[in-house]
Nanobody, 116 residues
Framework: EVQLVESGGGLVQPGGSLRLSCAASGFIFSNYDMSWVRQAPGKALEWVSFISSGGGVTNYEDSVKGRFTISRDNAKNTLYLQMNSLKPDDTAVYYC?????????RGQGTRVTVSS
């Protein structure tokens, strides 16, 4: 069974940082392009970032470029999202997903709240 378990969220002040993790199991993680997506309160799901299966290609939604960094450790079956210079608009539940499943993430997500 495919499982994606996100962690690392929390309450942070504007300008702060968080590192999200996603532990993957039930599939060959290193074979799949992965993404982070997020859903802010009352808004639709939004794609945030992409990383290729080998980690060599990354891409970001415009509002997070230069602030967020996606990475992966295929030996540990883990996906990461380093988030710096956080803004209140980054407040959302963050999900990891296979890129091909980015519109229907499987996990419970991890909540990030950016507030003073």
């Amino acid at each position: 069974e495919v499982q994606l378990v996100e962690s690392g969220g929390g309450l942070v002040q504007p300008g702060g940082s968080l590192r999200l993790s996603c532990a993957a199991s039930g599939f060959i993680f290193s074979n799949y392009d992965m993404s982070w997506v997020r859903q802010a309160p009352g808004k639709a799901l939004e794609w945030v970032s992409f990383i290729s299966s080998g980690g060599g290609v990354t891409n970001y939604e415009d509002s997070v470029k230069g602030r967020f960094t996606i990475s992966r450790d295929n030996a540990k079956n883990t996906l990461y999202l380093q988030m710096n210079s956080l803004k209140p608009d980054d407040t959302a539940v963050y999900y990891c997903a296979k890129y091909v499943e980015r519109e229907r993430p499987r996990g419970q997500g991890t909540r990030v709240t950016v507030s003073s």
